[in-house]
């Protein structure tokens, strides 16, 4: 390839990651103030990416005055998340959840309402009622695409950035970008940051062996994470993994939030119930990898019992929004609802705050450890907060950074680091021979599943980590053919970049916790005297990874010691199970 | 080291015989969230170029005339 082309662009918000959170982020510094230049950059196209690339079944934690008070959704997922929250940023979220709601359906997104044209809101949590279903979930990027160009946002697709600029004063600076078809560079100059890279999700192998046959949309694969730490930003609690119940080998969501208020539900090989809820929890999938580890395994979701015109209605969701492909996969195995369980299994690890509660450390106002860096969604640090957690937090980052931009000014970008960062980037396509990004990510991928997948062993953990520094050697004779290669060559160092920082993370915190998502062998029990805390980790000067208890802030909504092991009790008693 | 070429079947088919990327379409190439579709500019039609694919369907949805077809990939199926 020829020497690198360098556009420049200057910004007051530079959203990364054009999916969920981010188109919301830019539409609301828009909106707060039609001035400001705000640029969206994207990896892929606004059109169709991420999670949400072909709509969504539905909200998972809508909080809905009637249904649910943002109180009882922060109790709720202060118990499902073992106490661990920062109540203030939950809060932040339940407040603004029905308001971004009627937002959206001012936007035209369309939500299941009842005959009096109310929301239809059902239970899957264990305690309350927080589930809104989209039958026609299919248009939501639609409709953030067409408000996006309504305000006349600067879209920039198919640019991946791959670090941020910060001043000499720690101040975010900005962004560098790679474009992913011609290898062009882009530095954008900008006041604030938002990062909305989504989840990094392709950490760990899925059992087919495929590597971009993952849960998350695998352009998700942790380059938020990566930028935010080599720009020394706090990530909090990255040893609490994601781990997902999914359709076997197919790995997407079966999904018992849309069929478990229409009676489905998670069973055993015995066709027997054997938790009490199917939310997903580290305590439901403790329970679910115990069920597939002993004699009554495999995991099934179960809806044979279901009248055909219930199973009906169900397969009009599964198999046309989200994930609609899902429909073909059955037919091919010959697997109809009617007459046959669904086969279940455990997810590849991730690092997903949407499902689980890892990712970059943020305040109430979306803030990051870096002044002017915001971030939200699956990669931030709220628990939980899914699709709607992504538009809410995404707003409220918008908001703020265009807040921000109104007291700094335009900082310089930082030449030597821009230089750098091109020599970087560009290394493996100087090379004629050498290791494929392919082979190195696959190998990465195997090793974390071999070594970090929980049950988490130390002796296995320390093994990984010297396996990666062994990659990170391997890494100086990565080769990329063309732009494309190139950006799965970027996209292997992030992967690695998360696979040392889910080891490390992981080795600090020695108690249980989190029900599957950090059990530990060698610490079985939960341990509230040491660890009561936030784990936070970041890059110190010289470059290592630094950590660091932080202490969880007194709770705003207050949980008694008896509500708090709710989600403790999640295993169905045999005498119970035999419906 | 050197590098071999390394076959594999790819889950994505296109009909060239509805495909009219030869009159300038490229709409299954845009949308296409892992950029793993391409313009075979000598046959004038779309394919997938790298197997590399989260069988998500944007490109055979927002394909204008039906030439798309998104399998599961074989080692899931
Ligand atoms: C299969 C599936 C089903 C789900 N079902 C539901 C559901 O029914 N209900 C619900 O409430 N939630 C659901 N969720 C969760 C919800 O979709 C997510 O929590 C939410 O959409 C995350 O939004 P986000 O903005 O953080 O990430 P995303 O929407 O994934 O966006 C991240 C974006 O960043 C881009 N990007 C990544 N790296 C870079 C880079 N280096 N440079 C530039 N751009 C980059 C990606 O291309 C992507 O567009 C589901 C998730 C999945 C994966
Ligand atoms: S969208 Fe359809 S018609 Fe257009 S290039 Fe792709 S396959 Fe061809
Ligand atoms: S199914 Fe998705 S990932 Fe595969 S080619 Fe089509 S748009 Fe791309």
Redesign the pocket.
């Known amino acids: 390839m020829n020497a690198p082309v360098t556009e420049t662009l200057e910004a007051d918000v530079l959203v ?7 188109p919301m982020a830019a539409i609301r510094a828009k909106e707060a103030n039609p001035h400001l230049r705000v640029v969206l ?4 196209n606004v059109k169709r ?4 690339s072909m709509g ?6 809508a909080v809905i005055p009637g249904y649910a008070t943002p109180e009882q959704y922060v109790k709720e997922i202060t118990i499902a998340n073992d106490g661990i929250v920062q109540q203030k940023p939950l809060l932040a979220y339940a407040n603004g959840s029905y308001d971004m709601i009627r937002y959206l359906d001012k936007l035209d997104v369309k939500f299941e309402k009842d005959g009096a044209g109310d929301y239809a809101v059902r239970k899957v949590h264990h305690m309350g009622t927080y589930v809104l279903p989209m039958p026609q979930g299919h248009h939501v990027k639609k409709v953030l695409y067409r408000q996006l160009r309504r305000l006349r946002i600067g879209v920039v697709n198919r ?4 670090r941020l600029l910060t001043t000499r004063d720690g101040r975010i600076g900005g962004a560098i ?1 790679v474009n992913t078809r011609t290898s062009e560079f882009l530095v954008i100059r900008a006041k604030t940051v938002v990062l ?4 990094a999700g392709r950490l760990g192998l899925p059992a087919s062996g495929y590597l971009f046959g993952t ?3 695998a ?3 942790g ?2 994470h990566a930028m935010a730490y080599h720009a020394g930003a706090a990530l909090a609690n990255l040893e609490c993994y994601q781990i997902n119940p999914l359709i076997k080998d197919y790995n ?2 079966s ?1 018992a ?1 849309v069929t478990g208020p229409f009676g489905g539900y998670t069973a055993n090989n015995k066709g027997n119930r054997f938790i009490e809820c199917d939310y997903w929890s580290g305590q439901m999938m403790l329970e679910f990898w115990r069920e597939l580890e002993s004699g009554n395994g495999p995991v099934f979701l179960n809806m044979t019992h279901l009248a055909p015109e219930t199973i009906g209605e169900i397969e009009t969701i599964l198999h046309s929004n ?2 609609p492909s899902r429909g073909r996969f059955h037919a091919r195995r010959g697997t109809d609802y009617r007459q046959r369980m669904v086969e279940m299994h455990i997810s590849e690890i991730g690092f997903c705050a ?2 689980s509660a890892s990712g970059v450390w943020v305040d109430e106002r979306a803030q990051t450890t870096v002044p002017g860096l915001y971030a ?4 931030a640090s709220v628990p939980h ?6 538009f809410v937090n ?1 707003a409220i980052a918008g908001e703020e950074a265009a807040r921000f931009c109104a007291e700094v000014d335009l900082p310089e970008a930082d030449g030597a680091a821009v230089a750098a960062e091109q020599d970087r980037v560009l290394a493996p396509t100087r090379r004629g021979d050498g290791l494929t990004p392919f082979e190195v990510e696959y190998k990465t991928r195997r090793l974390v599943n071999d070594y970090l997948a929980p049950p988490k062993i130390t002796a296995k953990m320390r093994i990984a980590q010297e396996r990666f520094a062994e990659i990170r050697d391997d890494l100086g004779a990565l080769v990329a053919r063309d732009p494309h290669e190139l950006m799965r060559a970027l996209e292997v160092q992030s992967i690695l970049d998360c696979a040392d920082m889910a080891a490390a993370a992981s080795l600090f915190r020695t108690e249980s916790r989190w029900g599957f998502y950090h059990y530990r062998i060698d610490y079985p029990e939960t341990d509230n005297d040491d660890w009561f805390c936030h784990t936070l980790l970041s890059r110190d000067a010289d470059g290592r990874m630094r950590h660091r208890k932080h202490a969880v802030d007194p709770y705003v909504v207050p949980v008694d010691a008896t509500e708090m092991t709710a989600y403790q009790k999640l295993r169905i008693v045999p005498a119970e199970a035999a419906e | 080291m050197p590098l071999a070429a390394h076959a594999a079947s790819v889950p994505v088919v296109v009909d060239d015989a509805k495909c009219i990327a030869a009159k300038g379409c490229t709409v299954c190439v845009d949308v296409c ?1 892992l950029d793993v579709l391409a313009i075979d500019l000598v046959r004038g039609s779309a394919f997938m170029k790298y197997d590399e694919c989260w069988y998500c369907m944007p490109c055979e949805v927002d394909c204008p005339t039906g030439a798309v077809t998104v399998n599961i990939p074989y080692l899931l199926r």
């Open positions: 990364i990651g054009g999916g969920t959170g981010g950059l994207e990896k892929a990416s991420g999670a949400i969504m079944d539905g909200l998972n934690n640019y991946m950035a791959t970008g909305t890279c989504g989840a849960y998350e949309n352009a998700n694969c380059d938020g997407g969501p999904c939030y989200e994930r949407g499902h939200a969604g699956d990669m907060n899914y699709m709607l957690g992504a995404g | 969230p």
